[in-house]
């Protein structure tokens, strides 16, 4: 499995910015595909995830409702769309595949860059 992130950039406080995440190889449809962040710094976080089949997602309880999780198996893209962006969110963000075979987010995209100006 493969993954490839885009869409990051600069932003201002407030603004909204869409990551794109494009998946390639086997993925199955219970297979979860998630995003994550690192901030300089810190460790990297959990952000959210969703099932390939589109059933289940789920969040970090510190974003509230400012991001939402998305997926167009059409596109083989899974995105993470974020409003209302703050300083504190400025970090590399990863997408990433569960392997069914380990439980575990074995598969990671090689990150794109996200900084909120204030």
């Known amino acids: 499995v493969q993954l490839v992130e885009s869409g990051g950039g600069l932003v201002q406080t407030g603004g909204s910015l869409k990551l794109s995440c494009v998946v390639s190889?086997?993925?199955?449809?219970?297979?979860?595909v998630g995003w994550f962040r690192q901030a300089p710094g810190k460790e990297r976080e959990f952000v959210g995830n969703?099932?390939?089949?589109?059933?289940?997602?789920g969040y970090a309880d510190f974003l509230g409702d400012r991001f939402t999780i998305s997926r167009d198996t059409a596109k083989n893209t899974v995105y993470l769309q974020m409003n209302s962006l703050k300083p504190e969110d400025t970090a590399v963000y990863y997408c990433?595949?569960?392997?069914?075979?380990?439980?575990?987010?074995?598969?990671w995209g090689q990150g794109t860059e996200v900084t909120v100006s204030s």
């Open positions: 190889g086997r993925i199955f449809s219970d297979s979860f």
């Open positions: 990433a595949a569960m392997n069914p075979e380990t439980d575990h987010y074995d598969y």
């Open positions: 969703i099932r390939w089949s589109g059933f289940v997602s």
